[in-house]
């Protein structure tokens, strides 16, 4: 066996490795596309590249079944990768060559959106007007209902002023004018009936006699006493009834007015409700509109730049037929070569055959012999 020269032996183990195996610039572009991609998980991708060299610049017939497992995977991660490329290709063609769809599309969907622009309009436009009616309902509503509190107030005033003094006067009789009658004497429930007197304008003779009896205790009054007690009771009485008459008798207006205002306050809760319902729909429908405008500039957009985008995407096929073409004739091919390399065909030696000596032609003096 040859020794290595004295400048081969000087140089880096891993520059004589590279010089020796002419295969490792192969192996490093296969290396390299494993590497690259991301059809599998990184840990996977970094062991198979750290194998590979170990188990393909091994000869094929020195490869143990490890070696082969390992070269198995690695052609499965490259066929993944060649499936991703090819893959890629198909879906950058499939834009080229669906282009006019596309094209038609982009317009169609312009069209469509100018269209929606116009039927918003016009939704936008009705809706306002109807808000602008239920406006003037709800308004005309909280009018009614303010006029019709105001008929009942001024309707049942003269009704709340006879309920009151019939109240007073009941009052006035359970609770000052019995006791007095019982005991008498009360400087405080005296000043009480003094006070209802003025409020009825009853007549004062009678209550100076009613005060007289009442100041006297029951069993020291006389018979005019009784009297005068019994004739204040029966003008109380009398007093209450004429009050039951006016209470009566305004009875049914008071319940007409209550029913005037309650059905006031439910036309102007329905109308404010419809005004609200209505105010919601112009928010709403504004807002769709206004979405619709931009819908209309994104579709423009999409009609300006088809030709630049479809420019873009034959650029973008280009690269990919080639990133695929690059990846087949470098990485798979070396890759095939170093799973399978071809075996050396040895040339025949071919044996060297002596020429004939070249024959010497007559001078012209010989031929002229």
Not at 193 to 222: G, H, P, W, Y
Request: aromatic share 2%; proline share 4%; hydrophobic share 40%.
């Amino acid at each position: 066996m040859k020794r290595p020269s004295a400048d081969e032996v000087s140089k880096p183990l891993k520059s004589r490795r590279s010089t020796g195996n002419p295969n490792k610039a192969k192996l490093t572009s296969v290396t390299a596309a494993l590497k690259e991609t991301d059809t599998l998980p990184g840990t996977v991708i970094e062991m198979l590249a750290g194998m590979s060299e170990h188990c393909l610049l091994t000869s094929k017939d020195e490869r143990h079944e490890y070696q082969n497992s390992v070269i198995d995977m690695v052609s499965e991660a490259l066929l993944g990768i060649q499936s991703a490329l090819s893959q890629g290709v198909k879906d950058a063609d499939a834009i080229v060559t669906g282009a006019d769809a596309l094209k038609q599309e982009r317009d169609a969907t312009l069209e469509r959106a100018k269209a929606a622009v116009v039927a918003l309009e016009t939704d936008l436009a009705a809706k306002k007007e109807k808000l602008a009616s239920d406006k003037e309902i709800m308004v005309a509503a909280v009018a009614s209902l303010k006029e019709a509190e105001t008929a009942q107030t001024q309707g049942d005033l003269e009704l709340n002023e006879a309920s009151g003094k019939k109240t007073k006067m009941e009052t006035a009789l359970a609770e000052a004018v019995t006791p007095l009658k019982e005991g008498g004497g009360n400087k405080k429930l005296l000043k009480d009936i003094e006070k209802l007197a003025k409020v009825f304008n009853l007549d004062e003779s009678l209550m100076s006699a009613l005060t007289r009896s009442l100041q006297k205790n029951k069993e020291s009054r006389s018979h005019f006493d009784g009297v005068a007690v019994t004739e204040f009771e029966a003008a109380c009485q009398k007093i209450i009834a004429d009050l039951n008459v006016v209470l009566n008798n305004g009875e049914p207006g008071k319940v007409e007015r209550e029913s005037k205002v309650q059905g006031a306050k439910a036309s102007q809760e329905a109308a404010c409700a419809q005004h609200e319902a209505s105010a919601t729909a112009v928010t709403e429908a504004d807002a769709a509109l206004k979405q619709s405008k931009v819908d209309v500039k994104a579709a423009e957009k999409g009609v300006s730049n088809f030709l630049s985008e479809m420019k873009d995407a034959g650029n973008d096929l280009d690269k990919k037929k080639a990133a695929l073409q690059n990846f087949q004739e470098g990485p798979l091919a070396n890759f095939a070569y170093l799973k399978d390399p071809p075996v050396p065909i040895e040339e025949p030696v071919v044996e060297a055959v002596a020429e004939p000596a070249p024959t010497e032609l007559p001078t012209v003096a010989e031929q002229a012999q």
